[in-house]
């Protein structure tokens, strides 16, 4: 470790969304204090002059304070904004000579979103970090201009209370900023054919976004009644909804390494997903997870009645899923893998 001290630059913390939120796990890691990291936010999900006097504020903060650091880790993304309001900040570091970790919360979109500046600034790095070692081994094909080492740190995933199976009530549960990305619409369908068999049963669709479209698809689709959006949770009111869950569906075409994967297996929620993202390094398909292709909302259907109609299966999934993440993802086990990673620059 030495006298290593760690700039980490990203989103706000009160920002939604994995930066903000594997930041905030950061924080209780013992590798925060041994590298005496300070985070500096760069970006916020506010109104234009808010993200505006924030990105000025932040680089100015950069200006100031770059000298007391020897790595800087820049949490970042392909957005071509968010790589101008960090360039300078990056630029700053290189000129002062220090160890620059590129950390990527993308996935998928590696491949659709390459822009010349993200380019530029993957080759100002002295490392990369991606999410899952399926895009450590796509980024060689992906970006052979770029000759910089890179190394994979999945996200952690804090580990709760324990969870009690009798706990969990009748809903499917969807968590997201809904857009088209997200595919919130496969669920809504899928639920429409066969929602008369299950009465008992109900899907509530937490978060914000384009709510009020999905609002009216689901009117449109006549299960307005057996649908609900009680809107974005945090807190206690989060923690109810997870704890509560029986099933989670992701539907997304294109994702990182999702938190709220990790989060509900930890929470003993049986996952449906599709083998987005990093996803497919950790799927176990039938153990911690029924995965169905991109766009099937009939094989959705097929998953989560299989799902429904088995309550030992339920169980016995919830249980392995929650082992799976605490021995794979706890804090202590990507504390360790953060601090060789610190180690090795």
């Known amino acids: 470790m030495g006298n290593k001290k760690v700039l980490i630059v990203g989103s706000a913390k009160e920002s939604a969304g994995g930066v903000s939120s594997v930041i905030k796990l950061m924080e209780k890691m013992p590798v ?31 200006f100031f304070i770059m000298w007391r650091f020897q790595i800087v880790h820049m949490h970042t993304t392909p957005d071509k904004l968010g790589l101008l309001i960090q360039l300078p900040i990056l630029l700053w570091a290189k000129v002062l000579h220090k160890k620059v970790i590129l950390h990527l919360h993308v996935g998928n979109q590696l ?18 970090l991606l999410l899952a070692k399926k895009w450590e081994t796509l980024f060689g094909e992906y970006y052979p201009e770029v000759n910089v ?14 969870v009690s199976f009798e706990e969990k009530q009748n ?13 919130p619409d ?24 384009e709510v ?22 945090v807190g206690k009111e989060h923690d109810d909804y997870f704890r509560k869950a029986s099933i989670y569906c992701m539907c997304s075409y294109e994702e990182g390494f999702p938190m709220v994967v990790l989060e509900s297996w930890m929470y003993g929620i049986n996952v449906v997903t599709t083998p987005v993202g990093g996803l497919p390094d950790v799927l176990e398909d039938g153990h911690n997870a029924l995965v169905f292709d991109f766009g099937d909302y009939r094989a959705l259907a097929k998953c ?11 169980r016995v999934m919830a249980e392995y899923s929650r082992k799976f993440v605490a021995d794979r ?5 990507i504390n360790s893998d953060w601090d060789n990673i610190y180690l090795s620059l």
């Open 111 to 128: 491949k659709t979103k390459k822009n010349s500046l993200f380019v530029y600034c993957l080759k100002k790095a002295d490392l990369i």
């Open 212 to 233: 009020e479209r999905y609002k009216e698809m689901a009117s449109q689709l006549g299960i307005d009644n057996r649908v609900s959006f009680p809107g974005y949770m």
């Open 329 to 333: 993802f706890s804090l202590a086990q």
């Open 149 to 162: 080492p890179t190394n994979v740190l999945y996200n952690a995933c804090e580990i709760k209370s324990e």
């Open 186 to 209: 496969l669920l809504l369908k899928a639920w429409q054919m066969i929602e008369k068999e299950y009465p008992d049963w109900t899907v509530i669709m937490l978060g914000n976004g």
């Open 304 to 314: 989560l009645i299989s799902l429904i109609e088995d309550k030992n299966k339920r």
């Open 32 to 62: 925060w204090k041994n590298y005496n990291c300070f985070w500096l936010g760069t970006q916020i999900q506010r109104n234009y002059l808010w993200k505006l006097w924030f990105a000025m504020k932040g680089n100015v903060i950069a």
């Open 171 to 183: 809903f499917i549960m969807m968590a997201a900023f809904y857009c088209d990305n997200k595919a």
